[in-house]
Nanobody, 124 residues
Framework: QVQLVESGGGLVQVGGSPRLSCAASGRTSSMYAMGWFRQAPGKEREFVARISWGGGVTYYADSVKGRFTISRDNAKNTVYLQMNSLKPEDTAVYYC?????????????????WGQGTQVTVSS
């Protein structure tokens, strides 16, 4: 019902500041909270950030708090993740996801729709 497509990943140097985008299509008239997750090689997918369906409430993992900013533009059906001061440990495939329920929800099982992911590689 909802399709999500991430973009903006690639190879970036330590300290770089790329911005990831997630474009939604399909039944976008419904209201969804949106989240960003990442999965590093050999590790499980982990929570990065979440934004409420109105954009007024955000949550961040401790590992990215103060460096990453999640935002959304509902008129464009797009969610963004601005990443600053990148570190090698930020290297991962980054996924966006949509959640039909409100609240502070950080587990992957809470989300109804997922994008295909975009690779972010941080090198010195």
């Amino acid at each position: 019902q909802v399709q999500l497509v991430e973009s903006g990943g690639g190879l970036v140097q330590v300290g770089g500041s790329p911005r990831l985008s997630c474009a939604a299509s399909g039944r976008t008239s419904s209201m969804y909270a949106m989240g960003w997750f990442r999965q590093a090689p050999g590790k499980e997918r982990e929570f990065v950030a979440r934004i409420s369906w109105g954009g007024g409430v955000t949550y961040y993992a401790d590992s990215v708090k103060g460096r990453f900013t999640i935002s959304r533009d509902n008129a464009k059906n797009t969610v963004y993740l601005q990443m600053n001061s990148l570190k090698p440990e930020d290297t991962a495939v980054y996924y966006c996801a949509a959640d039909r329920s409100a609240g502070k929800r950080t587990a992957t099982s809470h989300y109804d729709y997922w994008g295909q992911g975009t690779q972010v590689t941080v090198s010195s």
